[in-house]
């Protein structure tokens, strides 16, 4: 059992203490002074409540360079809006030392008003304290009725423990493949048949593509984005937990094993090394993260972008009509073998998600709920969170968000030379003037449904992909909890062991060959423990 500290301390069930501290200091007492009743303002109004958030997020180092100013506007309209004067306490974990962080500060009782995680460390401090996280069921019927309303009900139930919600999704749909082209290139320009569904219809498009620009990448996309199209090709199943590098599957013995020891693994393994040798994929493919692979494909030098996380066609749209005006970006299309990987990862709205730890303070969780329901109650709202300041990184014209951009001096760039050099700039030192560090959600990345008013007709109809994906064998039910905590050591030296002369071989780098030398090193640091106990918690749970 995780240690509790003394802010748990109280008889009170938790909706009723809730709203009492959400009560706190709003009625007046007797006695007037100087005419102001305590409590209120000189005009009569409440004393704006002072609560602070203390965050802790999965994310990069934090490299932007204006998020005081964003901090700043949005501690301003919360309070304007809900005469809570709002302070953030935010503390950044990367993702590689996330877990060995998380359940230290459970097992001191650190305070943590809301956690950005995974399920796997979910998973890990369920096994150990059904209690460490608290119950999400009446809390967001009580301050966040609408954001409840928002998520699909499959999101709700990937994140129960128990019969219990446990978990808030930190995208509002996960798992959803788009290849987005410059169709204004590829088809009215050279003339390509852009609807593969074949993977030789795909190959075919990327040797198309290189035959008519050979300094192009045909298609850019994150490890992942790109990893799951060739192991849906590949016909390489992720039964359970992903990550680089290694993912686990169930083999037929009813055996947990990573994934290199599937036995269609090596075709998966060349025919990505196939892609990178070929240059239809960038070479820095294995650790590319989504930022990166969009800058390239803004930059010109790639034509389709594997977009795991579905950002809107307007956003890259925005980008390009800075300097073609005449541009077009617009969903390709999706080959078969993405149909089976939606369907395969539609649990993944289990992946990411906040939840609010039993060793936080009750208010500001109640006042996160609060912050996450503000979100969703104006397109203003979650411009500003998402986006930054309206004027400064962007402007909505005619529908259509408009990126600015500034030169050293901070001025707007209006010259299209200009414009290219500072855009080319920012790639080449991944300069992020504004990185959503207030965000607790990404539903931009789901095709602005929420705000399709805002945006022009262009984005991804969400909808209606859905309807052509066979959604009907979501694979909610009966998920595995695997307790990680007894293998941590043998699960990172194993991984450790492989990492290099694995990513060398996906590259084609070194042979396919050497995936036996691969298994060997897993085995040999530690993996025999980690696949012994895995199946061991696998066989007991059937």
Not at 25 to 53: F, I
Not at 137 to 156: K, M, R, S, T
Not at 255 to 277: C, D, G, Q, R, S
Not at 478 to 491: E, H, M, N, W
Request: net charge negative; charged share 25%.
């Amino acid at each position: 059992m995780f240690r509790k500290t003394a802010l748990l301390a109280t008889a009170l069930p938790i909706a009723l203490a809730l709203l009492l501290t959400a009560c706190a200091g709003t009625t007046p007492t007797a006695g007037p002074t100087d005419g102001v009743t305590p409590g209120t303002t000189p005009t009569g109004a409440p004393e704006p409540k002072a609560v602070t958030m203390k965050l802790i997020r999965l994310d990069n180092p934090d490299t932007a360079s204006e998020n005081d100013l964003v901090r700043e506007e949005i501690r301003k309209k919360f309070l304007a809006d809900t005469n809570i004067d709002l302070t953030f306490d935010i503390e950044i974990t990367p993702w590689d030392t996330s877990h060995e962080m998380y359940i230290s500060k459970f097992s001191a009782g650190d305070r943590m008003d809301a956690i950005l995680t995974h399920s796997g460390i979910i998973d890990t401090i369920y096994q150990a304290d059904e209690e460490a996280l608290r119950p999400l069921d009446d809390l967001l019927a009580q301050y966040a009725p609408n954001y409840f309303a928002f998520i699909p009900e499959e999101g709700w139930k990937a994140n129960m423990r128990k019969g219990k919600i446990v978990g808030m999704p930190y995208e509002r749909l996960r798992a959803l493949y788009i290849l987005a082209g410059r169709t204004d290139i590829l088809v009215d320009q050279w003339g390509l048949d852009v609807n593969p569904e074949t993977l030789e219809e795909l190959e075919k498009l990327f040797a198309d593509i290189k035959a008519q620009d050979p300094q192009s990448i045909p298609m850019t996309g994150a490890y992942w984005a790109v990893m799951r199209m060739v192991m849906a090709y590949a016909d390489v199943p992720e039964n359970y937990t992903w990550g680089p590098p290694i993912s686990f599957f169930v083999d037929d013995d009813d055996t947990v094993k990573p994934l290199i020891f599937h036995e269609n693994y090596p075709a998966m393994a060349e025919m990505l090394a196939k892609w990178v040798t070929n240059g239809w994929v960038p070479k820095e493919v294995i650790s590319m993260n989504n930022v990166q692979s969009d800058q390239l494909f803004h930059s010109g030098k790639a034509y389709i972008s594997a977009n795991y996380y579905s950002i809107p066609l307007s956003v890259d749209l925005d980008v390009f009509r800075q300097s073609e005006p005449d541009a077009r970006v617009e969903m390709i299309g999706i080959p078969k073998a993405i149909n089976g990987v939606q369907q395969l990862h539609a649990e993944d709205f289990a992946n990411i998600q906040w939840c609010l730890p039993n060793t936080g303070e009750e208010e500001s969780q109640a006042t996160f709920l609060k912050y996450v329901e503000w979100i969703v109650s104006d397109p203003a709202n979650y411009h500003l969170v998402n986006y930054g300041i309206n004027g400064r990184y962007y402007e909505i014209q005619e529908g259509l968000m408009k990126t600015i951009y500034r030169d050293e001096n901070g001025d707007i760039a209006t010259d299209p030379d200009e414009i290219e050099r500072i855009k080319a700039k920012n790639v080449e030192e991944n300069f992020l003037p504004y990185r959503s560090l207030f965000s607790v959600f990404q539903t931009e990345r789901t095709g602005y449904k929420l705000y399709s008013d805002i945006t022009p007709k262009t984005i991804i109809d969400t909808e209606a992909i859905l309807q052509s994906i066979d959604t009907t064998e979501f694979k909610l039910e009966g998920k595995v909890v695997f307790d990680l905590t007894a293998i941590s050591a043998q699960k990172t030296d194993a991984e450790n062991a492989v990492t290099t002369l694995l990513a060398e071989i996906l590259s084609g780098v070194k042979p396919v060959s050497e995936l036996e030398a691969v298994k060997q090193l897993y085995l040999d640091n530690g993996g025999q423990a980690v696949i012994d106990e895995l199946t061991a918690q696998y066989k007991a749970s059937k």
